[in-house]
């Protein structure tokens, strides 16, 4: 599935719609450029270093293909912010893991969430015309992307485990368990920094004074996020074949977090 889905778009060759005053701005503001242009280059190296350590020759070409394609998301975002002035903070250095499976677990398992708020994320804005439509069709493969992204990791996984012995899968499942809790740590140690620095850009204070609102013209609730999160989820994922492996675990807690909302009784928003 994933070397027959592969989409030779080039970045290079990208016609950026050009942008009223006004979606500019809001393009310029959205607090997430410097985050998103680093992770696609530490998901390139993560994904690359493991897939050197792979004797499967089949599996090793996939998950290269899939660090390429990180690196090429990498290139979108360069050229997306520097069509629309955008100014980034200088990249850090980009370093190749110590332990390269640990390294694509926490890379894999972090796309996996980021993604899932990701697809709601950039329906809402599609929605309230945060983004014009010529962008969002612009931008388009790049989110699908991330679709196949997720469901290679996920089939990695059920491949992965099928071919351990028991005693090595105790091993792995305590690997697995370490790195949720590692990436439990990377996301709060996040908000905590979040609006502490003085010197921060643009873009991160814009990020602490409208948070989650700032994609969305109308205010939403968590609950209402959730639900379109789940339904983007869902209705992204669709369309490959239904033998697959799908990411389980956010989907299933952010159903599990609607189950309880529903429990109490909620103010009704427009």
Not at 55 to 84: C, F, G, P, Q, T
Not at 98 to 125: H, K, N, P, Q
Not at 240 to 256: G, I, K, N, Q
Request: net charge neutral; with cysteine.
């Amino acid at each position: 599935m994933f070397q027959e889905t592969f989409n030779p778009y080039r970045p290079s060759v990208i016609a950026w719609p050009a942008l009223a005053p006004d979606a500019l701005q809001r393009l310029q503001s959205l607090p997430i450029w410097d985050i998103a242009v680093q992770t696609e280059g530490r998901a390139r190296l993560s994904f690359a270093a493991y897939a050197d350590s792979l004797s499967d020759s089949e599996m090793r070409s996939a998950i290269m293909l899939n660090a390429w394609e990180e690196n090429r998301h990498k290139e979108v975002l360069s050229h997306l912010v520097r069509a629309y002035g955008i100014e980034l903070e200088v990249e850090p250095s980009y370093l190749t893991p110590r332990d390269r499976e640990f390294a694509f677990l926490v890379t894999g398992y972090s796309e996996s969430i980021d993604s899932f708020f990701a697809f709601g994320l950039f329906e809402l804005a599609r929605r309230s015309g945060f983004f014009p439509a010529e962008l969002v069709e612009t931008f388009e493969p790049v989110i699908q992307e991330e679709c196949r992204h997720i469901l290679l990791f996920a089939n990695w996984l059920a491949w992965y485990r099928a071919n351990l012995t028991w005693w090595r899968r105790i091993r792995f499942e305590l690997r697995v368990a370490a790195a949720w809790v590692y990436i439990a740590g990377l996301r709060i140690g996040l908000a905590r920094s979040v609006g502490t620095n003085r010197t921060a850009t643009q873009q991160e204070n814009n990020f602490t004074v409208n948070g989650a609102q700032a994609v969305a013209a109308v205010d939403i609730g968590f609950l209402d996020l959730m639900q379109v999160c789940l339904q983007e989820n869902d209705r992204r994922l669709a369309g490959y074949d239904a033998r697959l492996c799908r990411p389980t675990r956010v989907p299933a807690l952010a159903r599990f977090v609607l189950a309880v909302g529903k429990l109490w009784p909620r103010k009704k928003r427009p």
